[in-house]
T-cell receptor
Framework: EPEVTQTPSHQVTQMGQEVILRCVPISNHLYFYWYRQILGQKVEFLVS????????KSEIFDDQFSVERPDGSNFTLKIRSTKLEDSAMYFC?????????????FGPGTRLTVL | GQQLNQSPQSMFIQEGEDVSMNCTSSSIFNTWLWYKQDPGEGPVLLIALYKAGELTSNGRLTAQFGITRKDSFLNISASIPSDVGIYFC???????????FGKGTRLHILP
């Protein structure tokens, strides 16, 4: 069964450094998302992406964050200058655009630790 | 902003018991989704609901979309050890929209 994959599974970085989190969505999906989950808390929406542009973003997704689909398969989240409070699990999700549902399928996540 | 209130926060049950958890909101949602998350992994979609009043089953799981569109419940019958995990409800406003997650119900099964 096709699934969303994410790399790396764990990223440790120093405060102020740039990180890029990578995702490969399910191949026929056209809508892509990033969510984050601070340890022990709920999953929070960051950004949605369709047709090579951001559809919607939350207040968390400030100027330090950016997303890109550099080729036909990868979807990346970049944090330019990490802060301690960016430490969290980051989940990529994707869904089929033309379906009449809103079923988003999540990857296994990248655990980001900012020291 | 939109918030989902999920209860209970945690449950301790015996293997074989039935489980019920629910989710309420002050806002109307057009989609309700139930996910399960195991430690260190991403949420896995269990059931999706799209019509008010809809009752949908997936094996031992049953979920309903409330008539008011402001609530949903999930039932698990005859619980087994692999049911342990965190169950999240999530609501969506539009077909293309982000989904808003509840805070989760952590299910523990006693031996």
């Amino acid at each position: 069964e096709p699934e969303v994959t994410q790399t790396p599974s764990h990223q440790v970085t120093q405060m102020g450094q740039e990180v890029i989190l990578r995702c490969v969505p399910i191949s026929n999906h056209l809508y892509f998302y990033w969510y984050r989950q601070i340890l022990g808390q709920k999953v929070e929406f960051l950004v949605s992406f369709y047709n090579n542009e951001i559809s919607e973003k939350s207040e968390i997704f400030d100027d330090q964050f950016s997303v890109e689909r550099p080729d036909g398969s990868n979807f990346t989240l970049k944090i330019r200058s990490t802060k301690l409070e960016d430490s969290a699990m980051y989940f990529c999700a994707s869904r089929v655009r033309l379906a009449v549902d809103n079923e988003q399928f999540f990857g296994p996540g990248t655990r980001l630790t900012v020291l | 902003g939109q918030q989902l209130n999920q209860s209970p926060q945690s449950m301790f049950i015996q293997e074989g018991e039935d489980v019920s958890m629910n989710c309420t909101s002050s806002s109307i949602f057009n989609t309700w989704l139930w996910y399960k998350q195991d430690p260190g992994e991403g949420p896995v979609l269990l059931i999706a609901l799209y019509k008010a009043g809809e009752l949908t089953s997936n094996g031992r799981l049953t979920a309903q979309f409330g008539i008011t569109r402001k609530d949903s419940f999930l039932n698990i019958s005859a619980s087994i050890p692999s049911d342990v995990g965190i169950y999240f409800c999530a609501g969506g406003m539009n077909r293309d929209d982000k989904i808003i997650f509840g805070k989760g119900t952590r299910l523990h099964i006693l031996p």
